[in-house]
C-alpha cells in the first residue's frame, strides 16, 4: 500500500505538465504586472486606513471609559501572596497557631459575608453580573471553608482532602467569571447564580455522603515527589490570567481583581504544602480572598460610578460635566499655551430630526461622534457640548495645526453618508476655532472665542472651518 502511494506521487511529480507547471512564469509576469502592484498597494493602503480607523475608535473607548484592567490591585494580590507565605512561617514560631487560626475564621466569615453584601447592593448601580457572581460564590466556599473543614467552626464533618475541591470550584467560578458577558438580565443573573451555589452544595453533600476520594486533588499539590502532569493547574492559573486580560481589560478594574483572585489561589495551591503550617496557609488565603474581593469591588464600584457622571451612554465620549472640569482645569490634561478649543455643530440638525425622525437623529449623531472619535483621539478630548454640539480640547496644538486637523474631519463628514430605508443621508459640520496663546487668557473666554467663530461660520454658509484670535489681556 506504502510502496503503491509512494510510485504515484513519484509519477505525479515528474509528470510534464506539472513540471511546465510549476515551472511557468505567468504568476511572475503577474505579480510584477504595474496593475496588479497598484491593486495591492490601494488594497494595503485601504485596509491600513481602515486599521486605523478601528485602532482609533477603540483607544478612544479605552481612554474616554478609563476601563483599566487593575494593573495595581493585581500587584497588591501579589504582595498578599508573599505575605502569606512569610507570615505563616513566622507565626508558627512565634504565635500560637490556634489563636492565629481563629482570628482566621472570624476574618474570613466576615469579609465573606461582606463579599456577597457588596455584590448584592452594588448589581442595581453596576449592573455586572461578574461581581455578582463573584461576590456571592467566593463568600459561600469561604463560608463552607470556615464552617466545616478542619480549619473551620465545626472541624469534623469535611476532610483535609476537601480543601483542593474549594479550590477548584472558586477556579470554575473565577472562569466564569471571566468570560460570561459583564451585563445581562437580572434574572439571568440571579438564575444561574443561584444554580451555581446549589450546584456546589449538592456537589459536596453527595462527595460527603458517598465518601468519593479525593487524595487526587491533594497529591496535585504537592510537589515534593514532582510527576509532570503536576504542572496542569499551573497551566491553568497561567491560562485563567491571561484569558482575565483578554477579556477584561477595559472594565473598571475587574481584570485585575479576577487575575489578583487566581493569582492569590494558584499561589497558595503550590505554596501552601510547603509552608510549615499547610492548614494555616490554606486558612490565610480563604481569609484574605473575600477581603481581597470586597476591595475589588469597591474600586470598581467607585470607578463606575464616577465614569458614569461624566460619560455620554448614547455617544460614547466625555459629557457636558467633563467639558466643565477641564474649563476649569480641574482634570489631568495639560492647559498650558498653545491650547486648542474647537465647537462642532451639525448643519440643519433640527431638519433631520423633523424630516427622518428623532431615531434616524440619534443614528446620525453616534456616525458623527464615531468620526470625530477615530479621527481627533487622542491627539484631542472630545466632549458632547450639548444636542448637536462637541466640543474638542486639545493639548498643544497651535491654529496652523487646528485648521489642518478640522479641515480634515470636516471633508471626512462631507463626504460620509447615512443610510435611511436604502437612502444616503449627507450631513456637514460647522466649525469654530480659538487658541489659548497666553496663560492670562481663561479657557472659558477661549471657548466663548470659538463659539463666535462656530457663529461666523453659520453664518457664512455653514460646512466652514473659521478660526478666531482673542485678544490677550495682560
Known amino acids: 500500500m506504502f510502496l503503491w502511494t509512494g510510485q504515484a506521487l513519484s509519477l505525479l511529480i515528474r509528470n510534464t505538465f506539472l513540471k511546465l507547471l510549476i515551472r511557468n512564469t505567468f504568476l511572475k509576469l503577474l505579480i510584477r504586472n504595474t496593475f496588479l502592484k497598484l491593486l495591492i498597494r490601494n488594497t494595503f493602503l485601504k485596509l491600513s486606513e481602515?486599521?486605523?480607523?478601528?485602532?482609533?475608535?477603540?483607544y478612544n473607548v479605552i481612554m474616554i471609559r478609563k476601563r483599566k484592567w487593575g494593573l495595581l490591585i493585581f500587584i497588591f494580590a501579589a504582595i498578599l501572596l508573599i505575605i502569606e507565605y512569610w507570615f505563616v512561617n513566622f507565626s508558627n514560631t512565634h504565635f500560637d497557631p490556634l489563636m492565629i487560626n481563629k482570628v482566621f475564621i472570624y476574618f474570613g466569615i466576615g469579609f465573606s459575608i461582606l463579599a456577597i453584601l457588596l455584590a448584592h447592593l452594588?448589581?442595581?448601580?453596576?449592573h455586572n453580573m461578574k461581581i455578582f457572581l463573584s461576590g456571592?460564590?467566593?463568600g459561600l466556599s469561604v463560608l463552607i471553608f470556615f464552617t466545616f473543614t478542619k480549619s473551620g467552626i465545626f472541624n469534623t464533618i469535611l476532610s483535609n482532602d476537601f480543601i483542593p475541591l474549594l479550590y477548584s470550584f472558586l477556579f470554575i467560578?473565577?472562569?466564569?467569571?471571566?468570560?460570561?458577558p459583564s451585563i445581562s438580565k437580572f434574572s439571568i443573573v440571579k438564575w444561574f447564580t443561584i444554580s451555581a451555589i446549589l450546584l456546589e452544595i449538592?456537589?459536596?453533600?453527595?462527595?460527603?455522603?458517598?465518601?468519593?476520594?479525593?487524595?487526587?486533588?491533594?497529591?496535585?499539590?504537592?510537589?515534593?515527589?514532582?510527576?509532570?502532569?503536576?504542572?496542569?493547574?499551573?497551566?491553568?492559573?497561567?491560562?485563567?490570567?491571561?484569558?482575565?486580560?483578554?477579556?477584561s481589560k477595559n472594565q473598571f478594574y475587574i481584570g485585575g481583581t479576577i487575575g489578583g483572585l487566581v493569582l492569590l489561589l494558584g499561589g497558595s495551591w503550590y505554596l501552601g504544602p510547603f509552608s510549615h503550617n499547610p492548614s494555616l496557609s490554606d486558612a490565610y488565603v480563604f481569609a484574605i480572598t473575600p477581603f481581597f474581593l470586597s476591595l475589588g469591588i469597591l474600586v470598581h464600584w467607585i470607578a463606575r460610578m464616577g465614569h458614569m457622571a461624566f460619560y455620554d451612554p448614547l455617544l460614547r465620549i466625555y459629557n457636558r460635566s467633563y467639558c466643565d472640569k477641564i474649563l476649569s482645569e480641574r482634570v489631568n490634561i495639560s492647559t498650558s499655551p498653545p491650547f486648542g478649543i474647537a465647537i462642532i455643530d451639525i448643519d440643519f440638525f433640527k431638519k433631520v430630526n423633523d424630516t427622518y425622525g428623532h431615531p434616524f437623529g440619534d443614528k446620525v449623531l453616534i456616525h458623527i461622534a464615531h468620526l470625530l472619535s477615530n479621527e481627533l483621539v487622542p491627539k484631542g478630548t472630545l466632549c458632547r457640548y450639548g444636542g448637536e454640539e462637541f466640543v474638542v480640547f486639545f493639548p498643544n496644538k497651535g491654529k496652523k495645526d487646528l485648521l489642518s486637523i478640522m479641515e480634515k474631519i470636516r471633508i471626512k463628514i462631507m463626504k460620509s453618508a447615512i443610510y435611511y430605508n436604502k437612502k444616503k443621508v449627507k450631513v456637514t459640520i460647522s466649525i469654530g476655532i480659538s487658541v489659548r496663546r497666553s496663560k492670562h487668557q481663561s479657557l472659558d473666554n477661549i471657548l466663548k472665542s470659538a463659539d463666535k467663530a462656530l457663529y461666523t461660520a453659520k453664518s457664512k454658509g455653514r460646512n466652514k472651518v473659521i478660526c478666531r484670535n482673542l485678544i490677550?489681556?495682560?
Do not use: E, K
Open 202 to 247: 449538592l456537589i459536596i453533600t453527595i462527595i460527603r455522603i458517598i465518601n468519593i476520594p479525593l487524595s487526587q486533588l491533594t497529591f496535585l499539590r504537592n510537589l515534593v515527589d514532582f510527576q509532570l502532569f503536576q504542572i496542569i493547574p499551573g497551566i491553568v492559573f497561567i491560562v485563567l490570567i491571561i484569558i482575565s486580560i483578554a477579556f
Open 136 to 138: 456571592y460564590l467566593t
Open 122 to 126: 452594588s448589581y442595581p448601580r453596576v
Open 173 to 180: 467560578m473565577l472562569l466564569f467569571a471571566i468570560i460570561l
Open 472 to 474: 490677550i489681556n495682560r
Open 50 to 58: 481602515c486599521t486605523c480607523s478601528i485602532m482609533g475608535f477603540s
